[in-house]
């Protein structure tokens, strides 16, 4: 069984392109449980840790939006640290703290990283490995995550992959890197039948 959480809108993001991707899978793929998560420190990690604990699924897929890259990047490392540049959705904006107190310097994502890349650039998918997944929401929910489950001793492969912003979001602004929605649905749809051994 997969999880797959994604993001609501941050910053000035009217949208999350990860929030649009799934919308659109969640009506087919009803074998999949999907969580919508709130982009705020902590709160996102908990909601999604219980549910793990509920569910133990084999696979937990964390996406994120990463405005400015213009490929899917699975990413590698999940490190034990915050530093906010901008507010997360309740305000609040920690910087050069830890994420767990005594927890390690960082997780490795338990993903098959680089056959996800190469599956998706044989498609003609950009992808590319990622070594930071940045010091805000998304590093500190895949810190927490990759903590629970190697502290509870789950069998449960996790890691956290970015998507560029959609086309939509940036039509007006054709400097900023984006994605086809049907890409980036074609990109999600190929790493989730990879994790299930159809490819």
């Known amino acids: 069984m997969i999880i797959i959480s994604y993001f609501e809108p941050f910053g000035k993001d009217a949208k999350n392109s990860t929030e649009v991707i799934c919308e659109e899978i969640k009506s087919v793929r009803k074998d999949i449980h999907f969580v919508k998560l709130p982009t705020v420190f902590f709160e996102s990690g908990n909601i999604l840790t219980k549910l793990i604990e509920e569910m133990r699924p084999d696979f937990v897929l964390m996406l994120g939006q990463a ?15 915050i530093d906010a540049r901008i507010e997360d959705n309740k305000g609040q904006k920690p910087q050069d703290t830890k994420i767990i107190g005594k927890g390690p310097v960082a997780y490795l994502s338990t993903l098959p990283v680089r056959k996800i890349t190469e599956t998706l650039v044989k498609k003609g998918i950009p992808s590319r490995i990622s070594y930071t997944a940045g010091t805000f929401v998304c590093n500190a929910l895949f810190y927490q995550v990759m903590h629970f489950i190697n502290e509870n001793n789950y069998t449960t492969s996790a890691g956290f992959i970015h998507f560029p912003y959609l086309t ?3 039509l007006y602004n054709g400097e900023i890197p984006s994605m086809e929605l049907e890409k980036s649905i074609d990109g999600l749809n190929t790493i989730v039948e990879l994790l299930e051994g159809r490819l």
């Open 168 to 170: 939509g979001q940036v």
């Open 67 to 81: 405005g400015g890259r213009a490929a899917i990047t699975p990413e590698k490392v999940a490190l034990n640290w």
